[in-house]
């Protein structure tokens, strides 16, 4: 009778630890698709986010609905695929874009960037007047906008290259954000839908071209360390859940 209980005592220990396996790789699997984890390599996006932050990008949302104007995105820099940006949505396909100095006019509409601060101002790059952004891409511009390699240097982004938007800041803590982006809808409230294609505006199209990457402009890199330790954490998770489940049932 001992040996039976015995037996059966070590036929559920051994099946909770292969259970434990199996969810830990599978919960794994389902983090993996819908969030990924990257490190700020730059200034380009300063005063909203800050060189060598910890990000967590959201890769699940936009396959239920389009990228929206404000958003800040990672995405396949056009620049250099080799490397990831991160910048924020301001224009949307068939949006018509003016930016003169330091103003970004929308559809019509001059916007009121409260994110862009006034040491961070500057256009160092040609006019873009009038600019269409093309179908199936985004105009997207970095808050440090005296500092930032975006779509006035090397053209619009590519929907395809889009990887997720910035959803939350995990580490450090302490700076000037508590981990959550600001809501930016009141900037692009009031802006004009996109005016119908006019024939001939291809001439004006906002450009997707391939020019040599620039560095230190907003490129991220994945944090495979932070892989690494949420691997090794989940057993134990899983392991102290279904001890509490037992103990509570």
């Given at each position: 009778m001992d040996l039976e209980l015995d037996f059966e005592k070590r036929y559920r220990l051994v099946r909770e630890v292969i259970e434990t396996i199996v969810l830990t790789v599978l919960m794994?699997?389902?983090?993996?698709?819908a969030v990924q984890n990257f490190n700020i390599d730059g200034h380009s996006m300063e005063p909203s986010l800050h060189n060598t932050e910890l990000i967590l990008v959201d890769k699940w949302s936009y396959h239920f609905h389009v990228p929206a104007r404000g958003d800040v995105i990672v995405f396949v820099a056009p620049p250099d695929p080799s490397q990831d940006y991160i910048k924020r949505i301001i224009g949307l396909p068939g949006d018509v874009i003016t930016i003169q100095n330091t103003t970004v006019i929308v559809?019509?509409?001059?916007?009121?960037?409260?994110?862009v601060k006034p040491e961070n101002q500057g256009n160092p790059y040609p006019p873009f007047i009038n600019r269409v952004v093309p179908p199936d891409a985004y105009l997207v511009l970095g808050d440090n906008r005296n500092g930032s390699s975006d779509s006035r240097d090397w053209g619009c982004v590519p929907r395809k290259n889009i990887i997720g938007r910035a959803a939350l800041v995990y580490w450090p803590f302490g700076e000037d954000n508590d981990g959550v982006l600001p809501d930016v809808t009141s900037v692009y409230n009031g802006v004009p839908a996109s005016p119908p294609a006019v024939a001939g505006s291809d001439t004006?199209?906002?450009p997707i071209i391939k020019n040599p990457a620039q560095p230190g402009q907003g490129a991220l890199s994945n944090d495979d360390n932070l892989n690494?330790?949420?691997?090794?954490?989940?057993?134990?998770?899983?392991v102290i859940s279904s001890r509490r489940r037992k103990v509570h049932p």
């Open positions: 794994f699997l389902v983090i993996r698709l559809n019509g509409k001059p916007l009121k960037e409260f994110y004006n199209m906002c690494l330790v949420m691997l090794l954490i989940m057993p134990g998770l899983f």
